[in-house]
């Protein structure tokens, strides 16, 4: 199971660079809302890092990043903060492999989103901005104005993506549990999202 999700991984890699991309991103650690009932064993993280490293410095042969995405305890039991995901990316140890950070999941786990993100900042790669019920950005309560705050002091200066979903894709219903519309109209959560995001990055 281990050496066909390094394949896959290492397949996506190739996708990524085929596109003409560099960043590939996502909760990598782990099967999605796989769970054994218990926290993550020694040797479940031992795995897991080996097979990460490997893809990592496939990865890196092909100038791609990689950027891993903790995940709340609801989706993954591997890693679930931002900083067991650093502790992570320092075991697989490869200056490539980061980490994506999510408003939404830090919503549900940290004790502090912005102060938890400004603790990882050296691993930072890449941003979701996304609300607890995964509609308009700004209509919740998951994104702490700070954060923005702390992604100027750390100088960082890649992608702000909003991480918003719909009914309109049957798959992810049950997937993500979205079993009521968050917003009036399918084009929202860009269009007021990116206002909400101006004008936070502008204060």
Avoid at 104 to 132: D, P, R
Wanted: glycine residues 8%; negative net charge; hydrophobic residues 40%.
């Amino acid at each position: 199971l281990r050496r066909a999700a390094v394949e896959q991984l290492k397949r996506s890699v190739q996708n990524t660079r085929a596109i003409g991309a560099d960043l590939m991103c996502g909760p990598l650690f782990q099967g999605l809302g796989r769970f054994t009932g218990l926290p993550p064993s020694r040797d479940e993280w031992k795995y897991a890092v080996e097979s990460l490293r490997e893809v990592g410095e496939f990865a890196r042969t092909l100038q791609v990043n990689i950027a891993l995405e903790a995940l709340n305890r609801f989706e993954m039991y591997m890693v679930n903060t931002v900083a067991d995901g650093a502790r992570f990316v320092e075991e697989v140890g490869l200056d490539n492999v980061g980490l994506l950070v999510d408003t939404h999941h830090g919503n549900i786990e940290e004790h502090q989103t912005a102060q938890a993100w400004e603790e990882v900042a050296k691993h930072i790669f890449h941003v979701h901005i996304s609300e607890n019920h995964r509609g308009v950005p700004g209509s919740g309560q998951a994104i702490p104005g700070e954060i923005f705050h702390v992604l100027r002091r750390i100088s960082y200066d890649k992608w702000l993506t909003i991480e918003a979903f719909s009914q309109d894709v049957p798959g992810l219903i049950p997937r993500l549990h979205l079993w009521r519309a968050y917003a009036e109209h399918q084009d929202d959560p860009a269009r007021l999202g990116i206002d909400f995001i101006r004008k936070h990055v502008n204060k």
